[in-house]
């Protein structure tokens, strides 16, 4: 890849982002496609925030993926976010226009067409969210948006019955609240657990965010975490019969959207997930 003065400049912000594998998805598009793109990994502190967002804008950025921990502070420094990141209250996408930055999110439809590429679909089936965090926000928005029910559950309680009260206020829909110390009885009529907290992510990977005498072969199970890409939950998932998902379906879709909404193109998923599953260590 030739790096020259028209090359058009991407990049992912967070703190830490040493272990985005965004990088490595986002460039092989480019080389695939070969388009003059390149992406890049920017660790910013957020005290840092608002001037990086300037920043980009004067170097002429087109976009921006944006996680861990600025999805909910960099709102306030866009110029406006559409209908998703508005609902959902945080932003995983920017995208820069004539000295404008304009926000999105894409965690949610990211993880409902990973789910739909494994022929897992949630209209009017009963999904429980395992997390209460800026990814399960979107997720949780997005799949009721899909027609599902959602039931949430959290280790802070404080935390998932704000998150219901917020669904609530905006999509007038109901969401069931479930302590994080889940019982048998919890899991029934469950038909997809999505597991959106760290719980496994490497170098943890012994631990898993829920018992595997819980899950029974009807209930299909999704972990975003996709390092290491079978998880402890989704292995103990396996071994009972369970449709398991790992979490680089949802890592590829989501930046896919990031690609339509940046460059208007349709993104080579496949190439997308080849890229970074060879970054994955086994």
Known sequence: MEINSETQLLGVIGHPVEHSLSPVMHNSVFEKLNLNCVYLALDVEKEKLGTTIDACKALNFIGLNVTIPHKISVIKFLNKVGREAELIGAVNTVKFEKGRAFGFNTDGIGCVKALKGDGIRIKNKCVLI?????????????????????SISNRTMEKVVELKDEIGLKLKKEVNVLNFNLKKHDLEGIDVIINATSIGMHPKTNSTPLDAGLLNQDIAVMDIVYNPIETKLLKDAGKIGCKAVNGVGMLVHQGAESLRIWLGIKAPIEIMKKAVIGKIPD
């Open 130 to 150: 395992l997390g209460a965090g800026g990814a399960a926000r979107a997720i949780a928005f997005q799949c009721i948006l899909e027609g599902a029910d959602v």
